[in-house]
């Protein structure tokens, strides 16, 4: 790829060979409709087709390609490792099953441009909407785990950690991902908390949100692994914003 493009958009992936595929037309046709230069990178674990229908995909589309391998080796490391290979002016990542419509990016572009440093999508802000909800179990797990991670790391002012669509300027996605660790699900909590202990200023944006009753998230091992990485954000969050304090004097916008 030889010009540098607008946006590198990361789609972590497991098992997705269902989705996939439609998940990279629309938002290459996004793209191309807004007139935007991008890539795609697909980090996709699992041992179903999807890396090969990405890799079809891109034999066809250079800008489209993919990294990963059949072990699940978590959604944190397989956006990290990514970030690493992202040439875009722009850093960001969407879920694979297109949980929230590419072209929700239009509420983003512009506080990118105006150098906002970080820019995620909420789906607890007022005008966000909500087009098919989780089940009510998953919505009361939900404002549970928001209660426990706000206690043992503290995310002030901001309304949904987990939201999988956030963009940053690719030299803050580089630096901040360059130092985090989490390889699981709660690598967004390690992100944001990282950004916050470098006083940088985070834009929550409302977003479209469906629910797709395909949650890959097992419910008791999984949630054990999330308490356990939770932990381990608050001992490590120190150390991580010291070796990524060079990225505070670099980002135009500070957190206000």
């Not at 409709?33 to 090969?52: L, N």
């Not at 990514?82 to 512009?110: M, T």
């Not at 692994?225 to 004097?249: C, G, T």
Request: charged share 25%.
């Amino acid at each position: 790829m030889s010009a540098r493009p607008y946006i590198t958009l990361i789609l972590p992936a497991f098992n997705e060979a269902a989705r996939i595929g439609g998940t990279i037309s629309e938002s290459a046709a996004y793209f191309d409709s807004r007139g935007k230069t991008f890539e795609i990178i697909v980090a996709a674990d699992g041992t179903d087709d999807t890396r090969k229908i990405v890799r079809d995909i891109g034999a066809r589309d250079p800008r489209v390609r993919v990294i990963g391998q059949p072990e699940r080796l978590g959604k944190g490391r397989g956006v990290r490792e990514a970030v690493a290979l992202s040439n875009g002016r722009f850093i960001g990542y969407a879920d694979a099953d297109n949980k929230v419509p590419i072209g929700e990016f239009d509420k983003f572009a512009p506080l990118l441009e105006a150098g906002v440093p970080v820019v995620v999508g909420s789906r607890a802000l007022a005008q966000s909407a909500i087009e098919r909800k989780q089940p009510l179990y998953r919505r009361l797990g939900s404002k549970g785990f928001h209660f426990f991670m706000q206690t043992v790391v503290g995310l002030p002012g901001l309304t949904d950690s987990q939201c999988g669509f956030k963009f940053f300027p690719a030299n803050v996605a580089k630096a901040i991902f360059a130092t985090q660790r989490i390889d699981g699900y709660m690598f967004d909590v390690e992100i944001l908390a990282l950004a916050i202990r470098l006083g940088l200023r985070i834009d929550q944006v409302p977003i479209r949100w469906r629910d797709d009753a395909d949650s890959r998230l097992d419910l008791v091992r999984g949630n054990l692994q999330n308490v356990r990485d939770i932990f381990r954000i608050r001992l490590s969050l120190d150390s991580m914003a010291a070796a990524a304090a060079p990225l505070a004097s670099s980002a135009a916008v500070k957190r206000q």
